[in-house]
């Protein structure tokens, strides 16, 4: 596991509050540059089949730092997905 | 009978590959983008597997352009059917509905479907391989219903490769997603249920791209 990855995950630890999520925003983005930095990606996007969520269904990684910063609900399913990396 | 929907990019996605590797196995009805429609999906009741990608609520699959396909509250004649949805949250209440209202067996998802894909593969997606591990194991585990293996056979292929595709992920994100997804897995009905085999068909070559996807 890269040390970026896992210090995203100790944030993803935390309950949403503005500071852990402000954090987990920061650490997103050193994730995302430290894998862009291994050339292995172009337009990664993560995506559900969910409907009527408060987090959208298809967000491209760079925008993820945002929405991890602003909205709760994506932050939590966040949680819920990497409490399985 | 197959509902694969191509209004956005998860369900490009999803959609692409099993046109790449299931539809050539199938015969029609196959509601592929826009004839994956209401009025058509109740109106065909052959066959004894439906096999759909689509968005979905604990209670309700959508087709194409988020029109309802099924509902807990409205099930069609589902008897002695084999049931997949590459859908979220379906098995909470509408996979159980579906057992109730007599199909053989479900599979589907309690959570989330989740995956990285590439949206530059919106054209051609099942080249995408940020998707494929996320989106083979759905693919071999329909394939194996297809060979007319049981149903539970066909689940532990999926589950199984997601985990194992998650141990060899380079990607961490991509490898969480593959255990939250082979976590939220679940069999309902009868995991001895099957289908008719069909021919194993491949075709050498991938379909053309698909029509562009308007964002």
Redesign the interface.
Known sequence: ??KE?EALKDVLRQPATPEAMKEAAHRFRE?DRA?AALG??????????????AYP??I?FRDIPRELETNPAFYE?MQ?????? | MLALPLHDLPTRSASGFLIRYVVPRTGPPQLVGPLDRKALFSNLAFGDVIIGVGHGEPGRFYGDRNQLLLDVSLIPDVRGKVIVLVSCQTARQLGPALINAGAGSYIGFLEDLVWVMDADKASNPWADKFAAPAMMPVVNCINTILDGKATGDAFAVMTTEMLANAAVAEDEIVASCLRFNAKNASLQGNPMARVNARPKVTFPIPPPPLFPHMA
């Open positions: 596991m890269s990855f994730y894998e292995k990606r172009s337009r990664p996007t993560l995506v559900s089949l969910g409907l009527g969520k269904t298809q491209d399913q819920k997905i990497m409490g399985e990396g």
